[in-house]
């Protein structure tokens, strides 16, 4: 049974454990004042991707208000409703909170639209190179693109960490990738903690950008009020607030929405995992798919989501902005394919010269792919 709302369940059989940990790919001495776990949520919020994140689209690119979320704030919000799912469920909080935090390090510029453009950019110039995916670049920044330490690339994190770092990969990849891609070539599952940070992103996303939509004026309350979901917690909200103000209506309607998920997969989850009677962390790899919405809640995020596709992602406004953000990010990755010397120095030495150019792009801000872009394309920049 999940523990009780808020409370600190005891850890479970089946949860991670930092202590039993498949380790790190170099061996460091055990840290003194935290476990493994700790440590890698740490060198995570530590890392200069993380902090690049503040300045990353989530659906609105960054300078076009200061209160709409970022890849960063997205992040933090994961980052909370999963480790309230763990706490419920007796599993390894600093675990969930680490993968909920590196889950976006390796997304691109311009949310999707600049990962579509640059998965484009290399399948068209290298077509059996691997392309371009944002989780394959997340392990990438923590394995090998960080450096802040002597003795090795990335940040060393434990096998736990970039295994849920890793949510996707096709088997090409999973067989290059050695043992965090193998369980995607023996149909195995995630550690539980990983599958609830999944699950916690798709909560916050759905959540927050409808706040976002609403606040850009996108989105109504009368298009929103049509998908049951949303529609059942704004009556109640109406209900037992008359005249409540409609910014307040608005937070308190996502508010009650996030809430009633939470409850939903605490309660989903908990039941599957009875009925797996999984007892180890092991057993949770060989089981199906353990977190979960139930039926009825998921065929309603399903509704909400083809609102939020066709109101929002689809509006022209927002098309005009990635567009404009795709074309960006074609042409820097033409240019530095035709002239590699247009690279920094450093990318310049890496022998796979399109993954190189990859790298650095999807290294960057909004902002500062922009300000590359007037650099190479506008004469008044010369």
């Keep these: 049974m999940p523990a009780e709302r808020g409370a600190r369940a005891a850890p479970a059989a089946y949860a991670s454990s930092a202590a039993h940990s498949r380790g790190r790919r170099h061996v460091e001495p055990p840290p003194r004042d935290r476990n493994d776990f700790q440590r890698d949520r740490d060198r995570i919020v530590h890392c200069a991707a993380f902090r690049r994140l503040e300045y990353k689209t989530q659906v609105f690119l960054n300078h076009e208000g200061d209160l709409f979320r970022t890849r960063l704030t997205h992040s933090l919000e994961v980052a909370q409703i999963a480790r309230s799912v ?5 599993l390894d909080e600093d675990l969930t909170e680490a993968i909920s935090l590196a889950h976006d390090l390796g997304h691109t510029p311009f ?7 640059l998965a484009a950019c290399m399948r068209a110039r290298e077509p059996a190179g691997g392309g371009f995916e944002h989780n394959l670049q997340s392990l990438r920044v923590v394995d090998r693109l960080e450096e ?9 994190l434990c096998f736990e960490t970039r295994e849920g770092v890793l949510k996707h990969c096709s088997r090409r990849n999973a067989e290059r990738l050695g043992d965090v891609g193998e369980r995607f070539l023996l149909g195995r599952q995630p550690s539980l903690e990983a599958q609830v ?3 916690a992103d798709e909560i916050a996303y759905n959540n927050h950008d409808i706040d976002d939509g609403m606040r850009s004026g996108l989105l109504s309350l009368e298009q929103l009020e049509a998908v049951p979901f949303f529609g059942g917690h704004l009556h109640a909200v109406r209900a037992a607030y008359p005249g409540l103000q409609p910014k307040r209506v608005l937070a308190e309607t996502i508010r009650r929405m996030i809430s009633a998920l939470i409850a939903d997969l605490v309660e989903q989850t908990a039941a599957r995992i009875r009925d797996a009677a999984v007892a180890s962390p092991e057993e949770v790899r060989q089981a199906p798919p353990l977190a979960a919405f139930s039926a009825p809640v998921r065929e309603q995020l399903v509704q909400l989501q083809q609102l939020l596709r066709k109101a929002l992602y689809r509006h022209p406004r ?3 902005s990635t567009t404009k953000a795709s074309r960006v990010l074609r042409e820097l990755f033409e240019a530095y394919a035709a002239e590699p010397r247009l690279l ?6 890496e022998p796979r010269q399109l993954r190189a150019i990859a790298d650095y792009i999807a290294g960057m801000t909004d902002r500062y792919a922009i300000r590359e872009h007037r650099k190479l394309f506008s004469v008044h920049d010369w």
């Excluded at 763990?86 to 007796?90: E, F, K, T, V």
């Excluded at 949310?111 to 453009?117: E, L, P, S």
């Excluded at 802040?148 to 060393?156: H, K, Q, V």
């Design 111 to 117: 949310g999707h639209a600049g990962q579509d453009a």
């Design 197 to 199: 940070a999944n699950l």
């Design 318 to 320: 927002v098309l005009r």
């Design 344 to 349: 920094p120095l450093e990318y310049q030495v």
């Design 86 to 90: 763990a706490r419920a469920l007796g």
């Design 148 to 156: 802040r330490y002597a003795t090795f690339d990335g940040l060393n």
